[in-house]
């Protein structure tokens, strides 16, 4: 069932606002998790429908995942002893799910059918599946539905992407840990390490050589606590909201700001945004940041194609901060962005022409001609095309608009930011 609603001018955003915890992070420690034997506390796990399907998966693979006070417990079977699941894994309209199971169950004796919705279904998964296959899993398939059966033993393997994806690095990192021997991952581009910087947490030494991730196999990896801090992804969107709407200032607690996810922020203070980070300190492994930001007038960009792997999933909200820019703003070398939970360079652009800023798309590239500061026209519907962050991306414009606009299907956001809606109510003081 579809889920409308309307955004309009509301005035100046400011206060406080909780972010969920980041997902990339809460998905890898759910699976670390469940390779320690004995039990790992999360606290700041992401509470969407995306780490909730990787949760559900584990479970059927054997795994005690439970909400305890201050955070979930899981209490981990140990490599090597997943069961087989009873039915089919549903990933949902998650690809970080569909990939590092895919990555997990490559090295396990087991089979296992992995179904997802229609957006999933469409994703090309063979980029993972051919190295998949290389270290012995037999997979039947290039997208979802698709039944992997996993090889024990495993061979280990260097393995060369040929496009930057930190959800193929990290799958086949997982594959490695059943694996006896050395696996190496090198990368054409650096993209997050968040897996690299738990690993240790659980016990396990990886080697870092320049863009190549190395490990051994077969490790015991031992239970740890692990506190997931504010995603940054999501705060991209509160951030850009305080940037366009004048007189915001706004602060958001607790953000991670691991150099491989705050591309958007560099990006944003490069056009003028006023963005400062305060408190800087490390949690698990990761850096952790208040963010503090406040409105202010912003020009256009031109983003080169190699800053897309850090802002890939910030896109769409930085085309939103292009358009209520002065000039024209190019974001280059945009391909990657077609695979994601919807072709985000089509539904970006169209979204742009309804509420009346003129966009381009050239090859993988999208040009956005800014209007300055004057608000949007809005007035329309835009469609999110099923895509969280193509959602919440207009729903920000919205605030900036002459008339109120309609997001088609707020539905998608639950996969990702649940508590989206009520936090933009908090700022803008509803
Ligand atoms: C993710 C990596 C990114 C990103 C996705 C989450 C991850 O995809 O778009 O939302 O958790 O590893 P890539 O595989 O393109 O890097």
Known sequence: MRAPA??????????????PGDKSISHRALILATLAVG?????????????????????????????????????????????????????GNSGTTARLLM????????????????????RPMASLAAPLRR?????????????????????????????????????????????????????PAATRDHLERMLPLFGLEVAIDGLAVR???????????????????????????ATIVPGSAIELPGVGVNPGRIGWIEALREMGADISLSNQREESAEPVADLIIRHAPLSAIDLAPG?????????PILAIAAAGARGTSRQRGLAALRDKESDRIATTAAGLAAIGVRAEIEDDDLIVHGIGEAPFAGGATVAAEGDHRIAMAFAVAGLHGLAPLTVDDMTAVSTSFPGFAAALDGLAGA
């Open 6 to 19: 309307v955004f309009g001018p509301r005035g100046p955003l400011s206060g406080t606002a909780r972010l």
């Open 135 to 187: 270290l012995g899993a037999r997979i039947d398939g290039d997208r979802l539905p698709l039944a992997i059966e996993g090889s024990a033993p495993a061979i280990p393997m260097t393995h060369r992407l040929n496009t930057p994806s930190a959800q193929v690095k990290s799958a086949l990192l997982l594959a490695g840990l059943n694996t006896r021997g050395v696996t190496t991952v090198i990368s």
């Open 307 to 315: 800053r897309v792997p850090g802002l890939i999933d910030e896109i």
């Open 103 to 122: 990555g997990l169950i490559a090295s396990h004796p087991i089979r296992a059918e992995l179904i997802g919705d229609a957006s999933l279904s469409r």
């Open 215 to 241: 490990l051994r196999g077969e490790p015991e990896l031992k239970p740890c606590t692990i506190a997931v801090p504010g995603d940054a992804s999501a705060a991209a969107f509160l951030a850009v909201a």
């Open 39 to 91: 039990t790992s506390r999360i606290s700041g796990l992401n509470e969407g429908e995306d780490v909730a399907a990787t949760a559900a998966a584990l479970r059927a693979l054997g795994v005690r995942i439970e909400r305890e006070s201050g955070g979930w417990a899981v209490t981990g079977v140990g490599l090597g002893t997943l069961l087989q699941p009873p039915a089919p894994l549903d990933c």
